[in-house]
């Protein structure tokens, strides 16, 4: 397993060892002993889940807040998103900047998003599964989001307004101004 930082702490890549043969190919997806060593900590993942998109649809930017506050290990297994996270943690250096990375079934690149980040995505081809694992429960009252295509903060997502698909939800989030009333 590699392991790389990028520039805003706590986010990291993580590509898994892969091993090719004549049958086809291996690889462990998660192994907690040597991703806890990377992270420094020891992560417990309650939940797993899996999401099938259309082109262009995009899901985010969405976080829960305490005392339901989710990290998060995201991979694609088949297809290609474009990944956004997006550092709201208050005092962060890097405040209301945001991280992108296309991830795809091909690269089997992760990124590792720790609680204190907006995450969302686009599907870049049709019917795209994208997997994550997340360190606490889905709670609804915990649940917020951001607005995609805030303008404070300057996402390329790869594809026009028009050209998206969005949830209702996703539609009437707030924007990051709104986030530190």
């Given at each position: 397993?590699?392991?790389?930082?990028?520039?805003?702490?706590?986010?990291?890549l993580?590509?898994?060892?892969?091993?090719?043969?004549?049958?086809?190919?291996?690889?462990?997806?998660?192994?907690?002993?040597?991703?806890?060593e990377a992270?420094?900590?020891?992560?417990?993942?309650?939940?797993?889940?899996?999401?099938?998109?259309?082109?262009?649809?995009?899901?985010?930017?969405?976080y829960?807040?305490?005392?339901?506050?989710?990290?998060?290990?995201?991979?694609?297994?088949?297809?290609?998103?474009?990944?956004?996270?997006?550092?709201?943690?208050?005092?962060?250096?890097?405040?209301?900047?945001?991280?992108?990375?296309?991830?795809?079934?091909?690269?089997?690149?992760?990124?590792?998003?720790?609680?204190?980040?907006?995450?969302?995505?686009?599907?870049?081809?049709?019917?795209?599964?994208?997997?994550?694992?997340?360190?606490?429960?889905?709670?609804?009252a915990?649940?917020?989001?951001?607005?995609?295509?805030d303008?404070?903060?300057?996402?390329?997502?790869?594809?026009?307004?028009?050209?998206t698909?969005?949830?209702?939800?996703?539609?009437?989030?707030?924007?990051?101004?709104d986030?530190?009333?």
């Open positions: 397993m590699e392991i790389k930082t990028t520039f805003i702490d706590g986010l990291l993580v590509r898994p060892a892969v091993f090719n043969d004549n049958r086809g190919c291996f690889f462990e997806s998660w192994n907690a002993q040597k991703f806890n992270v420094g900590m020891e992560i417990n993942f309650v939940q797993d889940n899996v999401s099938i998109s259309k082109a262009n649809v995009i899901r985010g930017l969405h829960q807040i305490p005392p339901s506050a989710q990290s998060k290990l995201v991979r694609v297994v088949s297809g290609s998103i474009l990944d956004i996270a997006v550092d709201i943690r208050p005092g962060s250096k890097t405040y209301g900047q945001h991280f992108s990375v296309k991830l795809d079934a091909e690269s089997r690149l992760q990124l590792w998003i720790p609680d204190g980040f907006a995450h969302g995505f686009r599907a870049i081809e049709v019917d795209t599964v994208v997997m994550y694992k997340c360190t606490n429960f889905y709670d609804p915990c649940e917020r989001s951001l607005k995609w295509n303008t404070d903060l300057s996402i390329d997502w790869g594809a026009s307004p028009q050209d698909i969005l949830s209702d939800k996703d539609s009437e989030a707030i924007s990051f101004k986030l530190a009333r």
